[in-house]
T-cell receptor, first 114, second 109 residues
Framework: ETGVTQSPTHLIKTRGQQVTLRCSSQ?????VSWYQQALGQGPQFIFQ???????GRGNFPPRFSGLQFPNYSSELNVNALELDDSALYLC?????????????FGQGTRLTVV | ELKVEQNPLFLSMQEGKNYTIYCNYS?????LYWYRQDPGKSLESLFV?????AVKQEGRLMASLDTKARLSTLHITAAVHDLSATYFC?????????FGTGTRLKVLA
């Protein structure tokens, strides 16, 4: 167990709907990153939050947005869902100082868009 | 943009055998991570390699890093069935990890 928790674990949505995924970071970690992992692929970086601000973004459209709260927990919001958004969404928490170790991943949220 | 290539993509091996997974990456990175993923599960951290020539071992797995060649290896010694999983290498960019496509390992009894 990494101490990073995500909710929900599974979710089914209809194309065009909106979804919010949640992540609680590990104690002592103040940076949260989100990744999308399509079936059979490696995780793809969506964005990172540090001190409640977006700290970097991957090649994802603006309908993917996020928040980080003062307790370092985070949300990933996806608007206007498309079928290709079906994937495992992973949250990773880490310390801002990379020398303090690697990122730890939550168990993921499996999103299915129908 | 940093790109990562792992090979092989699929590996089926007998218990007791040795094998090496290779991870090549395209631009300079000061550290590299190896993760394991079981089907339907999240990523489990295996190794953090922080400098050129770094070597780390845990049980039957040993990872090394050659930053000049932009190459990391994950060596499996005397494989056992419990090692069956997908293994990812991930060089670290400024603020993100770039994952390879993964190597799906199946150890046959």
């Amino acid at each position: 167990e990494t101490g990073v928790t995500q909710s929900p674990t599974h979710l089914i949505k209809t194309r065009g709907q909106q979804v919010t995924l949640r992540c609680s970071s590990q104690s002592g970690h103040n940076t949260v990153s989100w990744y999308q992992q399509a079936l059979g692929q490696g995780p793809q970086f969506i964005f990172q939050y540090y001190r409640e601000e977006e700290n970097g973004r991957g090649n994802f459209p603006p309908r993917f947005s996020g928040l980080q709260f003062p307790n370092y927990s985070s949300e990933l919001n996806v608007n206007a869902l498309e079928l290709d958004d079906s994937a495992l969404y992973l949250c990773a928490s880490s310390a801002a100082d990379r020398s303090r170790g690697e990122a730890f991943f939550g168990q993921g949220t499996r999103l299915t868009v129908v | 943009e940093l790109k990562v290539e792992q090979n092989p993509l699929f590996l089926s091996m007998q218990e007791g055998k040795n094998y090496t997974i290779y991870c090549n990456y395209s631009t300079t990175s000061d550290r590299l991570y190896w993760y394991r993923q079981d089907p339907g599960k999240s990523l489990e951290s295996l190794f953090v390699l922080l400098s050129n020539g770094a070597v780390k071992q845990e049980g039957r797995l040993m990872a090394s890093l050659d930053t000049k060649a932009r190459l990391s290896t994950l060596h499996i010694t005397a494989a056992v069935h419990d090692l069956s999983a997908t293994y990812f290498c991930a060089p670290s960019g400024t603020y993100k990890y770039i994952f390879g496509t993964g190597t799906r390992l199946k150890v046959l009894a």
